[in-house]
């Protein structure tokens, strides 16, 4: 069970003079239950890459696969990829439009052509999942914060029960507490429900935080796939590539530089401070 | 009276049915008080709902106060005469570029704004080359906007304020969007005119470490005003912070965690300079060397 890219080319306006590549020979394969962080600047082909991965997009050449079989064959279910594979777009809640929160999130398991228990269920589990208080159910999409909105639009997607979970930047404007209690949302549908999760960011911190294994793009191509110690361990790549790791592997990096024995690998303030302290403890200082 | 003066703001969204009967009154500016300095950078940190974009909508009189009053340079936003007058004395930056950018080549859309005041040809060019130079955008005036980078297409956009001469640029979550370096090039470009152009700068944004280098530091909360200091004041009182639903930079929370650990720190450590230079000392005297 994974999904699968073998030597992936899209390439933008084939055969004219803009010919131009937005995804050039990427491969990988992503396990059942990772929790997989894509980096890379504007326009490294982040967001082209994602959308081959539910079958919205068509490689030029290369091959994709869910849990072995080529997507792009003849017969292949696509509609129902879409359902497995789900993909929450940025800013999703743009894409709200129903008359009241509840029925946004059936939308999409009607289309899969459920019963209506089924579906209300599915719905009620959905926004459960995401934290979204039943007071709320009834109320316009519209007239929700921001946070609330982007849940309800999170549900949406969770309601038809994929079996991995694609987020392009779910975090993008929300207050510095909205984005922790989404990510930790999201982090628990991992740990709990097992489910596969690709999340997009541009936040090194909340990466580090949260991915097991971390795919850097660049241009096109990967240039990078490792879990995050290791990616962060080329902070000076990652800058040429307009990117940075987080600001604690700075502050561990200038401190080593500085002959102190820290473990080169930290990311976290959480991993800081209990080395910095194990550190003052083990040397019996005046802490 | 400093260049943006908010005096008992108060400000309520209301809602009405179809024979307009008001059927919802929120309040999202709640007797807000405030006064800033020409020539200052000051960020305004508040979570998703605190008013701070209702807030930067009044400056420019998008928004009117439904009671109190604001002064742009001594002018009533509610004083008819004025609005245009205020307009090009504050200039706003929204978060999405793509929202904000309409010519089809770069140099046109950074016309457009003193175009529209009715400025001379021979001015608009000459403004149009002071602030393409002024964010760093002068390599690009030919080029089409839809192939810029997101912090590129901001920098465009701030061309394009600049280009009506403002005293005051606005920027509601200008960075929201952009990718690390573009969130960068944006924060250095905003500095830069607050630094040599004297512009005061309202840098509205979630990210604590785009707030460190700036003048003042405000917190809304509620519709009001909570917090009000610089920024070493404001975040070494990071339980605080965190009840309004914000954050700190991770350095600052690293230095809190350890100083609560009882490591001898100072509060309000900001920049990764600062604590290396204080904790540097108390590791090498616990012998942490390798």
Redesign the interface.
Known sequence: MSIKADHINYLYGEGTAFEQYALKDVSFEIEDGQFIGLIGHTGSGKSTLIQHLNGLMRASSGKIYYNGEDIDQEGYDRKALRSRVGLVFQYPEHQLFEVDVFSDVCFGPKNQGLSQEEIQQRAKEALMQVGLKEQFWGQSPFELSGGQKRRVAIAGVLAMRPEVLILDEPTAGLDPRGRDEILDEISKLHTEKKMTIVLVSHSMEDIARYADRILVMSHGEKVFDAPPKEVFRHYKELEQIGLAAPQITYVVQRLREQGISLDGDITTVKEATTAILGLLGKAGSRV | MGIIKASRLIYDYIRRDEENHVEEVNRAIDGLDLDIKAGDFVAIL?????GKSTFAKQINGILLPTEGTVWISGMKTTDDEHIWDIRKTAGMVF?NPDNQIIGNIVEEDVGFGPENLGVPTDEIWKRVDESLEAVGMTAYRLKSPNKL???QKQRVAIAGIMAMKPQCIILD?PT????????KEVIRTIHELNKKEGITVLLIT?Y??EVIEADRVIVMDGGRLVMDGVPQEIFSRVREL?DY???V???T??AY??KQ???ELPDGILT?DE??RH??P?????????
């Open positions: 508040g979570h998703n709902g605190s978060q980078s997101g912090g979550e929201a969007m952009l990718d690390p370096n573009g969130r979630h604590m470490e965190k639903r914000l954050d930079p991770q350095v929370e690293l965690e350890l650990a009882g490591v990764i604590l290396i904790l540097l108390v590791l090498q005297a616990a012998g942490a060397g390798m």
